[in-house]
């Protein structure tokens, strides 16, 4: 069980386009996603939380117009990158979090998107 | 704010020995501590959390960890080393609106 899956695993897409990744939980219902950024050889660094019908909440330094992100439902969460540039490309991972049911701070990782812009 | 700190980001071991990876915590005691795995080009997966229930944590792969109060670690260990463990791994801790903080990961190679 709580099983996170990301849509693309991988994509490649021209400078200036947005690009939407997917983040759903298939088995469980999330009050919380997380969205990570996570450059080569690197840990993973937060770059905001998203909890379903609300807006979500950016780390600093991280642009809330170029990292859209969007929790409609309590199993899917989207991430758009828009406008993106060459310096976007990276390691995007998501996680959620089980809710009242699950284990109290323990999140779920998707496989990742590896997105790269040329 | 809780920070967590691993040391050596490469770690290399020969098949069949110790894997010692060590995670030392900076705030109050944290009420859970995790590892995570992460192979190649994958997301994270839980090796083993603990809970406040036991300081001594078992998980899978035959990894285990021990958590220690007076020396604020949660070191990760396995006895024998298999190929198969080359991965990095991530020591975490909650750290405040259900966020996480994530040590920097150690990158275990394994030695034929």
């Known amino acids: 069980g709580a099983v996170v899956s990301q849509h693309p695993s991988w994509v490649i897409c021209k400078s200036g386009t947005s690009v939407k990744i997917e983040c759903r939980s298939l088995?469980?219902?999330?009050?919380?996603m997380f969205w990570y950024r996570q450059f080569p050889k690197q840990s993973l660094m937060l770059m905001a939380t998203?909890?379903?019908?609300?807006?979500?909440?950016?780390e600093q330094g991280v642009e809330k117009d170029k990292f859209l992100i969007n929790h409609a439902s309590l199993t899917l969460s989207t991430l758009t990158v828009t406008s993106a540039h060459p310096e976007d490309s990276s390691f995007y991972i998501c996680?959620?979090?089980?809710?009242?049911?699950?284990?109290?701070?323990?999140?779920?990782f998707g496989p990742g998107t590896r997105l790269t812009v040329t | 704010a809780q920070s967590v700190t691993q040391l050596g980001s490469h770690v290399s071991v020969s098949e069949g020995a110790l894997v010692l990876l060590r995670c030392n915590y900076s705030?109050?005691?944290?009420?859970?501590l995790f590892w995570y795995v992460q192979y190649p080009n994958q997301g994270l997966q839980l090796l083993l959390k603990?809970?406040?229930?036991?300081?001594l944590v078992k998980g899978i792969n035959g990894f285990e960890a021990e958590f220690k109060k007076s020396e604020t670690s949660f070191h990760l260990t396995k006895p024998s080393a298999h190929m198969s463990d080359a991965a990095e791994y991530f020591c975490?801790?909650?750290?405040?609106?259900?966020?996480?903080?994530f040590g920097k990961g150690n990158q275990v190679v394994v030695i034929p």
């Open positions: 998203s909890n379903e019908g609300s807006k979500a909440t950016y």
């Open positions: 705030s109050s005691v944290p009420p859970y």
């Open positions: 975490v801790a909650p750290n405040g609106n259900n966020r996480l903080a």
């Open positions: 996680s959620a979090l089980q809710g009242a049911s699950g284990s109290p701070y323990e999140q779920y």
């Open positions: 088995d469980f219902q999330a009050t919380t």
């Open positions: 603990y809970t406040s229930a036991a300081t």
